[in-house]
Nanobody, 115 residues
Framework: QVQFVESGGGLVQPGGSLRLSCAARGFTFSSYTMTWYRQRPGKERELVAILSSAGISTNYADSVKGRFTISRDNAKNTVYLQMNNLKPEDTAVYYC????????WGQGTQVTVSS
């Protein structure tokens, strides 16, 4: 059974940083492109970052480009999202998934950016 467990969220001031982690299980992690999504209050879930299976190719939403970095450790079945220079509009619940996506979303991790 595919499972994702996100962690690392919290309350941070504007301009601050957080590192999110997502532990995955139930599939051959190293064979899949991984993604981070977020759902802001009152909004649809949106794709934030993509990372290829080997950790070489990345793609980011324009809103986070230059501030967020996605990475992975295939030995630990874990994908990370380093978030720098956080803004209030980054406040959201963050989720990871794979491509193709599975309907088995994790509980997400809440990120709140506020002074």
């Amino acid at each position: 059974q595919v499972q994702f467990v996100e962690s690392g969220g919290g309350l941070v001031q504007p301009g601050g940083s957080l590192r999110l982690s997502c532990a995955a299980r139930g599939f051959t992690f190293s064979s899949y492109t991984m993604t981070w999504y977020r759902q802001r209050p009152g909004k649809e879930r949106e794709l934030v970052a993509i990372l290829s299976s080997a950790g070489i190719s990345t793609n980011y939403a324009d809103s986070v480009k230059g501030r967020f970095t996605i990475s992975r450790d295939n030995a630990k079945n874990t994908v990370y999202l380093q978030m720098n220079n956080l803004k209030p509009e980054d406040t959201a619940v963050y989720y990871c998934n794979k491509i193709p996506a599975t309907g088995s979303w994790g509980q997400g991790t809440q990120v709140t950016v506020s002074s």
